[in-house]
C-alpha cells in the first residue's frame, strides 16, 4: 500500500495516459489521489506557478536535448521535497544519470507499464528518511476561551482544501473538546480509544477512530466527557503522532490549555505553533511566559505564529496590537474581530466559518493564514537549481 500519496501527473501520450488510469485504479493507490493532466512538462510548470505542489508530479516529455534545462522551470515553481518522475522517449543511459543526478527520483524509458510507474513510486519512497511526513500545526490558546479550537479547527478545514491533500484535526482536550459539536460528529470512538493501547495502534485502528468531515479532513474527536479516562502521556502521543504524520500531510493539534509533559512537548516538536490571545493583560502576560519557555526550545523552527481574537474595536479597555508586539516582541499574524454573528452560526449549524459565511473577511483571513502555515503557497518560487535543492535538502 502506498499510503496518501497526491500525485498529479502530465502526460503527452495516449499510451502513458493510458497506462496512469490503470495505475489510478490499483489497490496500491486506493488510499492516494492520482490527477491526470494533458500538457507534458510545460503543463506542469504552468500549473504550479499559481498551485501548490503534491507530493509526487510524472512528467512525459519528448524533447530530451531540452529536458534538463526546463526542469530547472518547473524547480523554480515546486516546493522543496516535490517528488519527480520523468518519463520519456529516449533510453539513454547518459540521460538518466544527468537527471537522477538533478534530483529526480526516476527516469522510465517508454513504453511504461503501470508495474513500472507503481515501482517507481514506492521506489520514491522506500527510504525511511524521504518517506512523506505530515507538516503538525500546534494550536494553543494563551488564555482558555479565547477561541484557539474554533481557529484550530477552521484552520484545519481550510489546509485540505487549500492543499487538496489529507489533514487530520486531533481533539486532545479530553474532557472538554468541543470538536464533535462543532464539526457535528457522530463519533463512536475518539483519541482516548486510539490510545488506550498505543502498543497496539496501527493504521487501521487510527482509520477506525477517526471521523471522516469531507473529501480531506478527518477528524480524531475528543468524548468531551467527564468521565475518568487516563492521564496523557508523551510516550502515547509520540507514537500516535507518528502514525498520523503517515497517513495526511498536516496534522493540526488542538491542545488544551493546561501545563503537563505532554502539551510542552507536543508545543516544542510542532512545525508551526499558533497562540490565540485575546486583547487582555492575562493573555498578554500567559503568552509571555509560553514565549520564554518555548523561545530557546525551537531552535530550528519558526516562532510560534500569534492571533489576536476577538478584538472589540469600540472597546477601550482593550490592549492593541503594538502592546503585544512592543511586550513580546511578536506581531500578530492575523487579527480577528469580535463577529458574534457567523461564529455563532457557523458554531450553531456544526458547520466551519468558510462554510456559512464564505465571503466574510474573517473567512478570508482564516483561509490566508492557512495558507501561510501550509508552506505552500501557490506563488512562483524564487528559482533554485535542483543541485542546490538537493544540497539543502542533505
Ligand atoms: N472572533 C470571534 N468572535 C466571536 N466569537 C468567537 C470568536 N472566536 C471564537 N468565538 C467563540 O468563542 C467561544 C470559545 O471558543 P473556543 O472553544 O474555540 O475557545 P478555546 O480557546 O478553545 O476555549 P477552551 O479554553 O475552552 O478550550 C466559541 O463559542 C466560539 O464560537
Ligand atoms: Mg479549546
Not at 499510503?3 to 488510469?21: G, K, N, P, V
Not at 482544501?161 to 457535528?184: C, K, M
Not at 526550545?297 to 503594538?322: D, S, Y
Request: charged fraction near 25%; include cysteine; charge should be negative.
Amino acid at each position: 500500500m502506498i499510503y496518501r500519496l497526491t500525485i498529479d501527473a502530465f502526460t503527452s501520450t495516449a499510451e502513458t495516459a493510458e497506462s496512469l488510469r490503470q495505475v489510478q485504479g490499483d489497490r496500491a493507490l486506493s488510499k492516494s489521489r492520482l490527477m491526470l493532466h494533458d500538457g507534458g512538462l510545460d503543463g506542469a510548470i504552468a500549473q504550479y506557478a499559481a498551485a501548490p505542489t503534491p507530493q509526487v508530479v510524472i512528467i512525459e516529455d519528448e524533447a530530451a536535448a531540452t529536458l534538463v534545462e526546463r526542469l530547472e522551470h518547473l524547480a523554480e515553481v515546486c516546493e522543496p521535497g516535490t517528488k519527480v518522475l520523468v518519463i520519456g522517449g529516449v533510453n539513454d543511459i547518459g540521460l538518466y544519470r544527468t537527471l537522477i543526478s538533478k534530483g529526480v527520483s526516476d527516469y522510465l524509458p517508454r513504453p511504461v507499464t503501470p508495474r513500472q510507474i507503481l515501482d517507481a513510486l514506492a521506489g520514491a519512497f522506500s527510504d525511511p528518511q524521504s518517506a512523506p511526513k505530515a507538516r503538525f500545526i500546534a494550536c494553543w490558546g494563551a488564555r482558555g476561551g479565547s477561541g484557539s479550537s474554533t481557529l484550530a479547527q477552521n484552520l484545519a478545514w481550510s489546509l485540505g482544501r487549500h492543499l487538496q491533500e489529507a489533514v487530520i484535526y486531533v481533539d486532545l482536550d479530553i474532557a472538554f473538546g468541543t470538536s464533535v459539536l462543532s464539526y457535528n460528529l457522530d463519533a463512536k470512538q475518539t483519541v482516548v480509544d486510539a490510545l488506550a493501547h498505543p502498543e497496539r495502534l496501527d493504521e487501521v485502528l487510527m482509520d477506525r477512530c477517526m471521523v471522516e468531515y469531507d473529501e480531506f479532513l478527518r477528524v480524531l474527536a475528543s468524548p468531551g466527557d467527564c468521565r475518568n479516562h487516563s492521564a496523557l502521556a508523551v510516550d502515547g502521543l509520540e507514537r500516535m503522532l507518528d502514525l498520523a504524520a503517515r497517513m495526511a500531510s498536516v496534522v493540526v493539534l488542538d491542545i488544551p490549555h493546561l501545563w503537563a509533559d505532554w502539551t510542552e512537548y507536543l508545543l516544542t516538536m510542532a512545525d508551526e505553533v499558533v497562540v490565540t490571545a485575546i486583547p487582555d493583560f492575562a493573555s498578554l502576560r500567559d503568552a509571555k511566559s509560553l514565549m520564554e519557555v518555548l523561545g530557546p526550545r525551537r531552535t530550528g523552527l519558526p516562532v510560534p505564529r500569534l492571533v489576536l481574537n476577538r478584538v472589540e474595536a469600540a472597546r477601550k479597555t482593550q490592549l492593541t496590537a503594538k502592546d503585544f508586539e512592543d511586550t513580546i516582541k511578536l506581531v500578530p499574524q492575523m487579527i480577528l474581530p469580535f463577529e458574534p454573528g457567523p461564529f455563532g452560526e457557523a458554531a450553531n449549524s456544526g458547520q466551519m466559518l468558510g462554510e456559512v459565511a464564505r465571503g466574510h473577511k474573517a473567512s478570508l483571513a482564516l483561509a490566508q493564514f492557512a495558507v501561510m502555515l501550509s508552506g505552500k503557497a501557490p506563488a512562483v518560487r524564487k528559482p533554485v537549481s535542483w543541485l542546490d535543492r538537493l544540497r539543502s535538502r542533505g
